[in-house]
């Protein structure tokens, strides 16, 4: 039984690009609430291989994060940083 375990992995779905499937889907900066679903709660991108992104689109999308945050729209870091004691 237990050797039967360690052959049985699961392997992970494989990710697909959300603009290449959503084609309708405008990737631009104005457009920060789809921006927020591609970066953590502290702020911070989310790389490709977690979100699923294609390397065409994750340049670009990593440049229009970047432009939101130069506007104001998203945040550089988040209020509750580290307290320093």
Sequence with gaps: ????RQFMRRF????VCYFC???DAELNYK???LLKRF?????KILPS????????HQRAL???IKRARIMALLPFTT???YKRK
Aim: hydrophobic share 25%; with cysteine; aromatic share 6%.
């Design 31 to 33: 457009n920060f609430n």
């Design 12 to 15: 992970p779905r494989k990710k």
């Design 49 to 56: 291989r977690i979100t699923g992104t294609c390397a065409f």
């Design 62 to 64: 990593a440049k229009e």
């Design 79 to 81: 209020a509750n940083e």
């Design 1 to 4: 039984m237990a050797n039967e």
């Design 39 to 43: 970066i953590t709660d502290r702020g």
């Design 21 to 23: 499937t959503h084609k």
